[in-house]
């Protein structure tokens, strides 16, 4: 069984930033496809960001470069760096993990039905 376990998050001022990790157990992390999704207050689900076997990162639109997706094979560790923090962005955030076809458009992940992490909570206050 494959487990995903997210930590960083916390509370920081708009403009401010936070390292997300997801450390994800098993011997198969360098053989998934791995992405960020969130929930915000009053919205669906959403992908954040995603990345490939190849290493081709995807972004939602709203990210708009102030997110990058990077991961540490060594650790079995996915990070999610955001930058320029939003009230907007105040959230619960979730790292995935599956083997298959890797998509550029996050979003097309949840169909693959991956291992999902418990989430880490974002909070940004103006």
């Known amino acids: 069984q494959v487990q995903l376990v997210e930590s960083g998050g916390g509370s920081v001022q708009s403009g401010g930033s936070l390292r997300l990790s997801c450390e994800v157990s098993?011997?198969?992390?360098?053989?998934?496809?791995l992405n960020w999704f969130r929930q915000t207050p009053g919205k669906e689900r959403e992908g954040v960001a995603s990345?490939?076997?190849?290493?081709?990162?995807g972004y939602g639109d709203f990210v708009k470069d102030r997110f990058t997706i990077s991961k540490e094979n060594s650790k079995n560790t996915l990070y999610l760096e955001m930058n320029s923090l939003q009230p907007e962005d105040t959230g619960m955030y979730y790292c995935t993990a599956y083997a298959g076809i890797c998509f550029v458009d996050v979003n097309r992940a949840k169909d693959m039905r991956p291992y999902w992490g418990q989430g880490t909570q974002v909070t940004v206050s103006s």
């Open positions: 098993g011997n198969t992390f360098n053989n998934f496809c």
């Open positions: 990345l490939g076997l190849d290493g081709k990162q």
